[in-house]
């Protein structure tokens, strides 16, 4: 519960009020210290009030300020556990860190986005959206910016388990995408924010259409998410040089491995000759590996 609520917190956090964003930052920046604050002196801290210390939590599914403090007391003692006596990996990156902190840091927040996104990862609706694909007419995916390298692997991993995929990065590209979806098919997007509107318009479009809606995304309460039937929820530790949408890509990838090995598991011999097929249509790309001269 901990982990599902900070990794909320950190998926919500461009979408919430500037006075509620600046006590966000405190309570993420040094978890162990915010737990030992009283709600006044945290509100203090923030630069607000108490009673937007309160309309906070509740913003983020809490009962009060009391239980916040008890999940950022846990998450202390996590990020304890984490410590080494040389660096602090779950800190931000300083110019005094060295070329070895930084490959360390770097690989701790990938390695964290991946446990982080798979200990709240709806099963349920994963199942849902495994059988929605499988028995689709088509699957569309969806995605800009940064996600548009994931909504390309998404495409083909279908393709090579024998399931028609497209991907779609432009925008105007997807809207005509869009349109020419049916009931039965599956538009799926990937949105770090879940309020990008070039998204949000190709979501209108499909559920128009009758197209089953699934989002991918780090906030479950966004615009893009209330439009879904399936939601599914990553999470990801943005860092100076590492935006929240850079920094997803890693966690999105990983709600894509998961996709696509259940798919492929549903129909295990098809699956296993699809993808012997899609290796002998590419293997004469490669060139012939050269003999050793000696």
């Known amino acids: 519960?901990?982990?599902?609520?900070?990794?909320?917190?950190?998926?919500?956090?461009?979408?919430?009020?500037?006075?509620?964003?600046?006590?966000?930052?405190?309570?993420?920046?040094?978890?162990?210290?915010?737990?030992?604050?009283?709600?006044?002196?945290?509100?203090?801290?923030?630069?607000?009030?108490?009673?937007?210390?309160?309309?906070?939590?509740?913003?983020?599914?809490?009962?009060?300020?009391?239980?916040?403090?008890?999940?950022?007391?846990?998450?202390?003692?996590?990020?304890?556990?984490?410590?080494?006596?040389?660096?602090?990996?779950?800190?931000?990156?300083?110019?005094?860190?060295?070329?070895?902190?930084?490959?360390?840091?770097?690989?701790?927040?990938?390695?964290?986005?991946?446990?982080?996104?798979?200990?709240?990862?709806?099963?349920?609706?994963?199942?849902?959206?495994?059988?929605?694909?499988?028995?689709?007419?088509?699957?569309?995916?969806?995605?800009?910016?940064?996600?548009?390298?994931?909504?390309?692997?998404?495409?083909?991993?279908?393709?090579?388990i024998g399931h028609y995929a497209a991907a779609w990065s432009d925008p105007h590209a997807a809207l005509m995408s869009a349109s020419s979806l049916r009931p039965g098919d599956v538009a799926v997007a990937l949105t770090h924010s879940g309020r990008t509107r070039d998204i949000l318009d190709v979501l209108a479009e499909a559920k128009r259409r009758g197209a089953t809606v699934a989002v991918i995304t780090s906030n479950p309460e966004s615009p893009a998410a209330s439009q879904a039937d399936v939601v599914l929820v990553t999470a990801a530790r943005e860092t100076t040089f590492r935006s929240g949408g850079t920094v997803s890509r890693t966690a999105q990838l990983t709600v894509v491995d998961c996709l696509f090995v259940l798919l492929a598991k549903q129909r295990y011999e098809e699956s296993l000759e699809a993808m012997e097929r899609a290796h002998d249509a590419v293997r004469g790309r490669a060139l012939p590996m050269e003999r050793d001269p000696r």
């Open 1 to 160: 519960m901990t982990v599902d609520v900070l990794v909320r917190l950190r998926g919500m956090l461009s979408g919430l009020p500037r006075a509620e964003q600046a006590i966000a930052r405190v309570v993420l920046d040094d978890p162990g210290t915010a737990a030992e604050l009283t709600i006044s002196e945290l509100a203090q801290t923030a630069g607000t009030s108490e009673t937007t210390v309160t309309r906070f939590c509740r913003n983020i599914g809490l009962r009060g300020y009391a239980q916040l403090r008890l999940h950022l007391a846990a998450e202390a003692e996590r990020q304890r556990a984490d410590a080494r006596p040389d660096v602090n990996l779950a800190g931000d990156i300083t110019p005094a860190d060295t070329t070895a902190d930084i490959i360390r840091k770097v690989g701790f927040a990938d390695a964290r986005a991946v446990e982080d996104t798979v200990a709240r990862l709806d099963i349920d609706a994963l199942d849902r959206l495994v059988a929605a694909i499988d028995t689709a007419g088509r699957t569309d995916v969806y995605g800009v910016g940064s996600s548009a390298t994931v909504a390309a692997d998404a495409a083909q991993k279908l393709l090579r």
